[in-house]
């Protein structure tokens, strides 16, 4: 070929007419000021507050300096331990039941149980009520003299066990865990119910052919190929429960003795439920209760998550 | 292998099960379960149409007659209307104002090469894990700053920001899977950029758009602690905090009660009725690895 | 008059390596430009710069004498068929057809005419009310097209339309394709990985590679005049075989003999040859230039290769043999009806004409004379 035109070789052409993948940033601030103007007014900007009100002691408009005094404080107050306490045996293992409730009612669906598109619409519906109407359903479930619970156990001549469920401070925390179980199962159902879905149909006919039954197959092919999904759950689930509020709020307010209190509840009440009129020191909580989120969700991801991305 | 029966021979994804566990046990266990998800809320439904009085007698008992009155008066004189309209007013205006603008922004980052692309998704989706609380003290204060305590409008702000995150990495990995030959085409046809997210990414993306639209909707409606902490003047409770407060005033009348939470459930369980398959879809996006 | 012309057109992201390394292509009015190549050679860019969907980083794209670096895509007057189609999903088959003419400001009638014009021929009538989501792939293969003939662009445009498609529908849908060029008469440039396209569809063929051009020329002319090693082995299935040896000397001129491997060099002068004086070279022959029987190779002079066979790959029509030699290994196109087996000795002549040589260091064609049948094609192309 011979070239018609004699030109320099290398002319510049402005970058404005073609390639779809990029455009002018007039366009981009166009599409992305508003989402960013309400992320830094309303989530960043108060984040960095918090934290900078961590360091000063907020009556009203007085804002005095302390430097780490909440800090400090924060170390020797028992009910912050409490709550930590309490917050942590719930995000650890209230998981496993949830998870494991889950990947159970999922694989009865999977077996191929009839009315399976009702019984899957029917366990995903505690998922859509509010933690209000949970709470308030459960507090009469759990009510002494005619809740559900007590009246089964005495019909059935079981009476001596029947207990103010929410009023003992040793059961209290442990019916918080079956109700919110109760509420978040059908969600963990649904998720495992799509993952196995989506395994490949080749290993599970692999499996019936390397003459596995039913046990073996679950135990040895479908939970180990679950696993990521799992995990990814369990992390999910421990992300909610370091956050739990409204449930314990309306159902026990932390009580009875602290003993289902948990740090957001705590934080609510030393800033808004008690009389202290100082919004430093709940500051100083939230600010090392965020830290301690963020934390567990990076170190869980690399821990758990990492080495088991299988691929299949 | 003669165990083996094709019980979910209808359903392609499902495999042989041995018959003796399917009949037996698994029936008995899936029975149980489903009386112990649902049976709560029927129970709820039916001291709804019944009157305290009648509950303290019996609280297991068959609503006769259906006292559907309960409503009206939860409605009219126990404030309900007021607190469904207050929710109505504010999720309604935050779901639209957070789908519009982080469409915006899921389209931006889903289809634009540009410097800092995946900074801004990693910023705006993390917030996704941030504890309530962080925010929620200096959002107190800054509402009181700015007028915007105990006010319906300060309320829609904060519920926008709440859901902004979820909105935009549900969006951005729909609108990612749009094929850029389409774009391409679009612009060889003369569109510009934002006719393109108008005329093409919104119209194609409305499965999407809908699926985020109900899950941002049931959230909100069902929110509870920013509203609680917000919001006091009773006139502009929602819904959660109204309920909340009327069982604070009345502990005893527990039919008012459960009329005042059947009002609160109906939307979100009409929602699930028309359109159960993207709400749990929505809901369980991002969860499958 | 639809002309396009690339003068040294580049394209490189950032300041890596030139993704379309100076291009030169000069596409006649009416012409089927094929772009072939592998994937990763440019040719997508180079289609996707000449539609606007990318920017030139340098050189000169004119269309019809006007440069068009600078205009935006919608303004070049050219049509594009994409891989997938991309028909807009929420809009009916007629929506589609209409909607590139409606944002041109077309008149109603005129577009409802072009729009029922493309229709009968494409047999898209049926079909103009239904969503995309309803047609099969052919179908959308169609409506795609269709939409690009509305428009009675001065180019058309064609990024692999086939690949989507299975064998059966791509053979139905090349031919039609091959009508409508014929019946639009426009100058039509089409990118593909597949040389049975490319054979069959083009005018003449841009072979490219790693951003260059490798060749250009009518296809059977590119088939039988390969400028390097690249096109020899890209075009043609089995590739041609390659083998390197010396080249040495002798009575009758140069010539190739190592071991079992002896080839007479009478394409080329010995003026064309000399630099190349004992030194490697590599030397090229077909795998249906190679027989068993000898005089099938013709009457001139012959060369010889010989080798064990080592698999036999009946097609039906024909035997693939592969042989195992010490330079190599080396395919031949043999009858049907041989009766090689693996492990047999195998002596294969060819004649001594349908020998091609390379440079080894730049793969680039020693040029001899021509071969008949790339003579025949390269006359052809010209016409």
Known sequence: MTSTTALPDDIKSPGSVADPRRTSWPVLVVFLVPALAIYVGLTAYPAFRTIYDSFFTIEGLDATFVGLDNYRALMSDETFWVAVRNTFVWSFIAPILDVSTGLLLALALYAGVPFARFLRVAWFTPVLLSYVVVAILWMWIYNYDWGILNELLRVVGLGALAQSWLGDPNLALGALIVTHAWKWAGFNMVVCLAAIHSLPREVLEAADLDNCGWGAKLRHVIVPMLRPTLLNLYILAFIGKMKIFDLVWIMTGGGPLWATETVSTYVYKRAFNWNTFDLGYPSAIATVWFGVVCAAVIILNRVLASKDRLEY | ?289 | MSVVILDKLCKRYGTSQYAVDHVDLHIRDGEFMVLLGPSGCGKSTTLRMVAGLETISAGTLSIDGRVVNNVAAKDRDIAMVFQSYALYPHMSVGENLAFGLRRRKVNAAEIERRVKEAADILGLGALLARKPSALSGGQRQRVALGRAMVREPMVFLFDEPLSNLDAALRVNTRNELIKQHHRLGSTMIYVTHDQVEAMTMGTRICVMNGGKVAQIGAPLEVYWEPADTFVARFLGSPPMNLFTAPLRGGPDGFLLDEGPFHAPLIRWSAAALAPYADRKITFGVRAEDLHLDPAAAGEGLRGRIRGKAFAIEPLGAETLVVLETPLGECTARLPRNVTVRPGDEVDLAFAASAAYLFDVETGRAIPGERTAQGALAAARGLQ
């Open chain 2, 1 to 289: 292998m003669a165990l083996f029966s094709m019980l979910g021979a209808r359903d392609p994804g499902a495999t042989p099960l041995p018959r003796l566990f399917a009949r037996g046990g698994l029936a008995l266990v899936i029975g149980a379960y489903t009386i112990y998800t649902l049976g709560p809320f029927l129970w709820l439904a039916s001291m709804s149409v019944r009157t305290t009085g009648e509950i303290s007698l019996d609280h297991y008992a068959w609503p006769s007659p259906f006292h559907w009155e309960q409503f009206r008066i939860a409605w009219v004189d126990s404030n309900f209307a007021t607190y469904f309209w207050n929710s109505t007013l504010v999720v309604v205006g935050a779901v639209a104002v957070v789908t519009l603008v982080g469409a915006a922004a899921a389209h931006a980052l889903a289809r634009y090469r540009f410097k800092g692309n995946r900074l801004i998704y990693a910023v705006l989706f993390s917030s996704i894990i941030f504890p309530p609380q962080i925010t929620l003290i200096s959002l107190y204060q800054i509402l009181v700053d700015y007028n915007l305590y105990n006010s319906l409008l300060g309320l829609t702000l904060v519920y926008i920001s709440l859901q902004l995150p979820l909105t935009v990495y549900l969006l951005e990995g729909f609108f990612a899977r749009i094929p850029q030959d389409l774009f391409d085409a679009a612009k060889m046809d003369g569109y510009g950029d934002i006719e393109i997210f108008r005329r093409i990414v919104l119209p194609i993306g409305m499965p999407a758009i809908a699926t985020t639209l109900i899950l941002n909707f049931i959230q909100l409606w069902n929110e509870f602690l920013f509203a609680v902490v917000l919001i006091t003047d009773p006139d502009k409770r929602t819904l959660p905090i109204g309920i909340r407060a009327f069982m604070g005033d009345h502990f005893q009348d527990i039919g008012m009660i459960a009329a005042g939470v059947m009002i609160s459930v109906v939307p979100v369980i009409l929602a699930y009725i028309f359109f159960s398959e993207k709400l749990i879809r929505g809901m369980t996006a991002g969860a499958v690895k």
